[in-house]
């Protein structure tokens, strides 16, 4: 009965969120050229017809599944896709095929992950996370992209191996953590009034730091840099309950910023801009100031769709997306994407909590944190909360790597929910 009900609800609400997007698409397609959208009952269908698909596997695959997170990630993919259309057709037709491949990923996740622990292999994931961050700095293979060497071509095929990096090293974070928590939960170290565990045990920790400077200093990538070493340093804190790992992990990733700060140019140029966009008003910040423009014209109820001037910011259909959408849909509509994050972060602690295995709790946490660091740090980037490091910003902006690896990302989450709602309706039964 729990199954069919999550179901329901779920179909229920994608058939909501079909019916938000195409009405937010056909009001963007009235608003720039002023009728209406010859495709949009195709377009209708093939949305429709791809979420059905996902949610048939989930049935099929996953039936005691959570029945939110499906929902809030195709409301969230189809707004993105509603506004990347709005901004550039041809990215648009892009953005349908990613859109098509996360879901057969998404599929092909509770296809071939049937039992989460068979990815309880530590080392295994992390030599493979570890590899996959570091292949841009592989000569001829790694390329810059605005500054950033995160990306790597192999043939035609173009990729963000950080986004699935990201996947594989909160895997093996977790797994490690199961193993190691007893001992990293000890603290026998005293400095003065505070207690840590000994220096011996805070060789992970180090590590992590380490790669986190690496993707820094190396690849120019100020925001998986961070989002890497947060991952780790939360699922520290997690595992352990010690406070302690999060006041190290700040101090230890300042300290990196501070030295990268004051030996990179681009990562100076990101600061200055973020301390003073004014300086240089028509070129390093004008990408900000702008985006704050189309936020400030917004308002709170928005220009509507398709009656802004989103095309205005450079970058509007990855970094600057949310932007976009805030001019025109204002803050009210820029509050509900945030919320929608929010319900989807919060439905994978709400899994974590429930699950009845360290690393399925660890590994939900995980996950949810990476989604919910990404945001943060994308929107925080945007309204000057931090510096703009570039990250996307999940399900909404522009980009294959991302769209698929996220999707990945979500039928992890559904299959923690699917196991443990099981093994806990079996042991009630029992």
């Known amino acids: 009965m729990i199954g069919a009900h999550r179901r329901t609800t779920e179909l229920g609400l994608i058939v909501l969120a079909v019916l938000v997007v195409g009405g937010a698409y056909t009001l963007a397609s009235l608003g720039t050229e002023a009728s209406l959208p010859a495709n949009v009952i195709p377009f209708l269908g093939v949305i429709f017809g791809l979420l059905v698909g996902a949610h048939l596997a989930v049935r099929r695959l996953a039936p005691l599944a959570d029945g939110i997170l499906l929902p809030l990630a195709a409301l969230l993919n189809g707004l993105g896709y509603v506004w990347i259309a709005r901004l550039d057709k041809d990215l648009a037709a892009l953005q349908a095929t990613w859109t098509a491949l996360g879901i057969l990923g998404f599929v092909l996740t509770l296809v071939f992950v049937r039992r989460m622990r068979d990815l309880d292999t530590p080392y295994t994931l992390m030599i493979v996370g ?13 390329r810059t992209i605005n500054g950033a060497k995160i990306w790597v071509s192999l043939g035609p095929v173009s990729f963000q191996p950080g986004e699935f990096a990201k996947i594989a090293l909160a895997i093996s974070f977790a797994a490690y953590l199961v193993r190691k928590r007893e001992v990293l939960s000890m603290a026998t ?8 565990p000994e220096p011996r045990d805070l060789g992970p920790v180090m590590l992590a730091w380490g790669f986190s400077l690496l993707v820094m200093f190396f690849e120019k990538d100020l925001g998986s840099s961070l989002l890497f070493f947060a991952l780790f340093i939360t699922m520290v804190w997690i595992a352990t309950q010690r406070a302690t ?5 700040t101090v230890l990733f300042s300290v990196g910023a501070l030295f990268a700060w004051r030996t990179f140019d681009h990562v100076q140029t990101r600061v200055d801009v973020w301390l003073d966009p004014w300086q240089d008003p028509s070129g390093k910040g004008f990408q900000v100031i702008q985006g704050w423009f189309s936020l400030a014209a917004g308002g709170v109820t928005g220009k509507g769709p398709g009656l802004g001037q989103p095309n205005l910011i450079p970058a509007a259909d990855t970094d600057f997306i949310f932007a976009a959408i805030g001019e025109e849909l204002g803050l009210l509509g820029g509050s509900l994407v945030l919320v929608a994050f929010v319900l ?15 690393f399925d709790k660890l590994l939900a946490a995980g996950l949810s944190t990476l989604l919910g660091v990404q945001a943060f740090i994308i929107v925080g980037g945007i309204t000057r909360l931090l510096p703009l490091t570039g990250v ?11 769209l698929v690896a ?5 039928a992890l989450l559904l299959r923690i929910s699917d196991d443990s709602t099981r093994r806990l309706n079996e042991g009630s039964a029992a």
């Open 130 to 142: 570890v590899g996959l961050l570091l292949l841009p700095l592989v000569p001829g293979v790694g």
């Open 245 to 249: 790992y999060l006041a190290l992990g």
């Open 344 to 358: 989807m972060v919060g439905a994978g602690f709400r899994i974590a909590l429930t699950a009845d295995r360290e």
């Open 406 to 410: 996220n999707y990945i990302l979500l």
């Open 392 to 402: 996307t910003l999940p399900f909404i902006s522009y980009g294959g790597s991302s």
């Open 189 to 196: 170290f005293k400095v003065g009034p505070f207690s840590f």
